[in-house]
């Protein structure tokens, strides 16, 4: 099966910048994930979604992060506007339905200038 | 709030050495139990899980782990390793009741040919 895809793999900006991530997740999986790792740490969760419903989005830094799931398959994350600490990697993540293993996406990397 | 602990940042040995890298979580309720993979260039990939049943796990490649409730551990081994198991292990620990994934910081692990 196709693994979860996302893009860009690097994204370089210019502090105040907006950037934007996207997830394609395994077909079928309803749950999704986007995960943000800081260089020498594990990931930390930012949002989860059940289809198309954002239903943990606690760990989300609304005033600048946004998120969107249509139809329940891609999603998109953004950043408006970009701060040098959100210098990271942006996973994206997919499993059958809570509780599963996840799959996790190859990653942006993003960096801020 | 759920924390998970791995003792050790960066692992160095010989290839035929056996591995163990330690794993502790917080939470006292039920969990499930993961460790994930990250092979330079890769994505994160699942080398083991545990949800419930024989707390000796056995996943891939030859890894295995054991959850000991009363310790909070669920630490991971590999009686010898080789070349290829150079990479960043993560132990990650999902509350049954929650369903939000908290991952440890990740072990590098070297393994000298």
Redesign the interface.
Known sequence: EA??VQSPRYKIIEKKQPVAFWCNPISGHNTL?WYRQNL??????LI?YENEEAV?DSQLPKDRFSAERLKGVDSTLKIQPAELGDSAVY?C?SSLR??Q???????TRLSIL | AQS?SQHN?HVILSEAASLELGCNYSYGGTV?L?W?VQYPG?????LL?YFSGDPLVKGIKGFEAEFIKSKFSFNLRKPSVQWSDTAEY?C?V?Q?AG????????TRVLVKP
Do not use: C, I, S, W
């Not at chain 1, 020498?40 to 969760?45: A, D, I, M, S, Y």
């Not at chain 1, 293993?101 to 990653?107: E, I, M």
């Not at chain 2, 994934?101 to 990740?106: E, N, Q, S, V």
């Open positions: 693994g979860v994930y020498g740490q594990g990931p930390e969760l989860r943990d996973l993540a809570q509780g293993p996840q799959h996790f996406g190859d990653g | 998970v940042h499930n993961f994930y890769q994505h994160l990939q699942l899980k993560f990650a999902n049954a369903n939000k994934l908290t991952f440890g910081g990740g």
